[in-house]
């Protein structure tokens, strides 16, 4: 089993930054994909980024491409998505997530709880 625990989220205005991280416990965490996706209310969750095992491949959503950056540190168990130039329609609940690398939600196993962005304009 893995479990994931996203923290870092809140209210900001356009314009900010935010760094959420997505703590990971449980079986073996470096040979595992991360992604991080967004859901609003009456939406489907939908893709944000992804990142392969080693970090060393990472893949965005045409919508934040350029603004948001996923890394992770295998050290410390640990995944992050820096969200910089935040906009409104990035409001969303962010979770993080343990699979394989891709943009498809069916390539991942296991989902934290989500954590809260709002972005006011």
């Known amino acids: 089993q893995v479990q994931l625990v996203e923290s870092g989220g809140g209210v900001v205005q356009a314009g900010a930054s935010l760094r959420l991280t997505c703590t990971v416990s449980?079986?073996?965490?470096?040979?595992?994909?991360m992604g991080w996706f967004r859901q609003t209310p009456g939406k489907e969750r939908e893709f944000v980024a992804t990142?392969?095992?080693?970090?060393?491949?990472?893949y965005y959503a045409d919508s934040v491409k350029g603004r948001f950056i996923v890394s992770r540190d295998n050290v410390k168990n640990l995944v992050y998505l820096q969200m910089d130039t935040l906009q409104p329609e990035d409001t969303a609940v962010y979770y993080c997530?343990?699979?394989?690398?891709?943009?498809?939600?069916?390539?991942?196993?296991?989902w934290g709880q989500g954590t809260q962005v709002t972005v006011s304009s």
């Open positions: 997530a343990a699979g394989y690398y891709g943009d498809s939600q069916a390539l991942y196993d296991y």
């Open positions: 449980g079986r073996a965490f470096s040979p595992v994909a």
């Open positions: 990142i392969t095992a080693s970090g060393r491949v990472t």
